[in-house]
């Protein structure tokens, strides 16, 4: 497109810059730059513009590789493949089965998945529990007291979170639904951030964790450490975060009496 | 930890967090520009990596996707600071993050600076994110996508913006 005076315009002038127009516009429009000095002008002006924006745009930092963010990005994908597998076989039965050899395949992975189980325990399965989060930021979570947190469960999640760990009837007061981020540091009521721990298993119990999550939200509210990073910890392995932020191997004796939560009825 | 071991080859979540890792600067600094800097554009950040899965997964057009990924960014924090906005009674307004900040700016000539940031503040906020996602490395057909503007007001934007700010500082060469 020429301008009144028939020299390259300005919008093209800035698409030949962007590399944006089609070869034999942008062939013309470097025939008639050749000649025009005007243009040239034009042209090297934006120029200037683009190097006087970039030297703001370069100075925004730069956010650190954070190989933790893919990690826990890796391991959302899978949780919700591993949701999306579990609801196809549970659906199945009542499907009639569509060719005899694609059926087989998937009766094997019914057989092979049943058979595999799932155990609770003090950790959760991370494909069935990877922790969920709320958008929130470390001022948000810092902002309430944890005990005005809504923590408890509905009774249908809570059943769905059962099912899900293949665990029926379970007896009341011997498990408690429990969240593998801690709301108080955003972590959200969902299917993966909650998993049946037992109360008569191991050391390893919830009343431990709640000592830890109350422990990581003071560092969060410090500024020692940001509040992703709790995240993190708290759902790739909450023992060792454990055992890390207060240096023993085994759970404090003051920590094993920690009381908070209610089991579930 | 009894499904640490069920791991499957899954390639096209291989492919989204090799996306995820070679965008993953340029968004969350747009999202920082946007008003949601930190573990928020963290947060935005992997919503939508995992929309970005699921539409993949559905068999969704996989044309633009470094568009796709920044448009979808730009609307979680903007539906974000809509709502933080009402939680606080204010009115919502989107500021580019200050280049100021930086140490590294004091050694330039303070008044160029300062008249430079004037035009970029003084600019449109599509005219400034044009230029933001340019700079990103996003062709005019993405920025379109991402701004939902067409082509045309996209070359108008950055057009207008490079001559703005290029004659900003020629007053102090």
């Known amino acids: 497109m020429r301008d009144a005076d028939g020299h390259v315009s300005d919008i093209d002038l800035m698409l030949a810059l962007d590399g944006e127009l089609a070869a034999d516009q942008a062939a013309g429009v470097e025939q008639h730059l050749a000649h025009c000095w005007p243009c040239r002008a034009r042209r090297a002006e934006l120029d200037r513009g683009v190097a006087v924006y970039m030297g703001l745009h370069g100075d925004l930092a730069a956010p650190a590789p954070d190989a933790g963010a893919a990690a826990l990005l890796r391991a959302r994908i899978r949780q919700e493949e591993s949701r999306r597998r579990a609801t196809r076989l549970w659906g199945w039965h009542g499907v009639r089965p569509p060719v005899l050899a694609g059926s087989a395949a998937l009766l094997v992975a019914v057989i092979w998945f049943g058979a595999a189980g799932v155990k609770a325990g003090p950790l959760p399965d991370s494909q069935l529990t990877p922790g969920a989060v709320r958008l929130i930021s470390s001022q948000q979570a810092c902002g309430v007291a944890p005990e005005d947190e809504g923590r408890l469960v509905p009774a249908d999640l809570a059943r769905r979170v059962f099912e899900q760990y293949r665990i029926r009837d379970p007896k009341p007061g011997s498990y408690e639904v429990d969240y593998l981020i801690s709301p108080a540091l955003g972590g959200a009521t969902a299917l993966q951030n909650l998993w049946p721990v037992p109360y008569a298993e191991g050391v390893w119990t919830s009343r431990v964790k709640d000592a830890l999550e109350d422990h990581l939200r003071g560092l969060v509210c410090a500024g020692r450490i940001d509040l992703g990073e709790a995240q993190r910890e708290l759902s790739t392995n909450w023992i060792e975060c454990y055992r890390k932020h207060f240096r023993t191997r085994r759970p404090l004796v003051q920590h094993m009496r920690f009381v908070k939560d209610s089991p579930w009825e | ?173």
Not at chain 2, 73 to 81: D, F, P, Q, V, W
Not at chain 2, 134 to 154: F, M
């Open chain 2, 1 to 173: 930890m009894t499904g640490a071991g069920r791991t499957q080859p899954d390639p096209l979540g291989d492919e989204v967090v090799a996306l995820f890792q070679t965008l993953r600067p340029g968004v969350l600094r747009y999202l920082a520009s946007l008003g949601t800097p930190g573990e928020d554009g963290e947060d935005i950040l992997q919503e939508t990596f995992l929309a970005l899965y699921r539409h993949l997964r559905d068999g969704k057009p996989r044309d633009n996707l470094p568009g796709w990924v920044f448009r979808v960014a730009r609307n979680l924090a903007l539906k974000r600071m809509r709502g933080e906005a009402r939680a606080a009674g204010e009115a919502l307004e989107v500021e580019i993050a200050d280049p100021a900040e930086n140490p590294e700016e004091r050694a330039i000539n303070r008044e160029r600076l300062r008249s430079v940031q004037a035009v970029l503040a003084a600019l449109s906020g599509v005219d400034r994110e044009c230029l933001f996602l340019r700079a990103e490395g996003l062709g005019y057909r993405e920025i379109a996508a991402v701004l939902d503007i067409s082509l045309g007001s996209v070359a108008a934007s950055i057009q207008r913006a490079l001559g703005r700010l290029a004659r900003a500082s020629n007053r102090w060469k």
